[in-house]
Nanobody, 117 residues
Framework: QVQLVESGGGMVQPGGSLRLSCAAS????????MSWVRQAPGKGPEWVSDISTGSWRYYADSVKGRFTISRDNAKNTLYLQMNSLKSEDTALYYC???????????WGQGTQVTVSS
C-alpha cells in the first residue's frame, strides 16, 4: 500500500535551517509529482512546493528563495530544505502525492516544524 513517512521536523530559532524528508513506498515514486503542504495552528492547509517527475520545481511566494524541494528517485525520497526560517513557518508539514486528475491523493502523517526564539 502507498505510504509516505515524513521526518526531520523540530524546533529551530528564527534564521535557522531544517531539512525535511519524506520516504515513499508502495508505488513507483519516480512516476509521480510530489508536494509539500503545511498547516499552521488554527489555519487551513497551505501549499508550499511541488516537484514534477522531471524535477521542475514550484514554490509558494511565502517560501520562494528560502526553501528548496528535491527528490531522489533512487531512494524513493522527497526532501524540503528550509533556510532562513521565520516564526510564520511554524506548522505541521505534510508530503503528498499529486495526481493531476484527482489532486493530492495520499498524504503522510506530518512532521512538526516550530520556529521560535
Amino acid at each position: 500500500q502507498v505510504q509516505l513517512v515524513e521526518s526531520g521536523g523540530g524546533m529551530v530559532q528564527p534564521g535557522g535551517s531544517l531539512r525535511l524528508s519524506c520516504a515513499a513506498s508502495g508505488f513507483t515514486f519516480s512516476s509521480y509529482d510530489m508536494s509539500w503542504v503545511r498547516q499552521a495552528p488554527g489555519k487551513g492547509p497551505e501549499w508550499v512546493s511541488d516537484i514534477s517527475t522531471g524535477s521542475w520545481r514550484y514554490y509558494a511566494d511565502s517560501v520562494k528563495g528560502r526553501f528548496t524541494i528535491s527528490r531522489d528517485n533512487a531512494k524513493n525520497t522527497l526532501y524540503l530544505q528550509m533556510n532562513s526560517l521565520k516564526s510564520e513557518d511554524t506548522a505541521l508539514y505534510y508530503c503528498a502525492r499529486y495526481v493531476s486528475s484527482v489532486g493530492h491523493d495520499y498524504w503522510g502523517q506530518g512532521t512538526q516544524v516550530t520556529v521560535s526564539s
